[in-house]
């Protein structure tokens, strides 16, 4: 059962896979200058337990609303790169 995932100063190229929001039990995502760019998907508001999302410093182009229900998230790094329409 996977609760943290660490991905963050790396050089990816692409966005962040959808299956992200099949780990139930994740509670801290930073994937802060990864490199990656793209769509944020719209499933991970389905990360319930997720408290800590940190993004920051890569090339996003949507803020999804979703992420409205993640209720538990209490830190959210979201400076970007490229404008993100919020």
Known sequence: ML???????????????YSINNLENLTILDAHSAGLKGQIPLGYGECKKLNYLDIYFNQFVNLPPQLGNCTNLDQFAVVDESPLPL
């Open 3 to 17: 609760q943290r995932l660490f991905i963050d100063n790396n050089q990816f190229t692409g966005s962040l896979p």
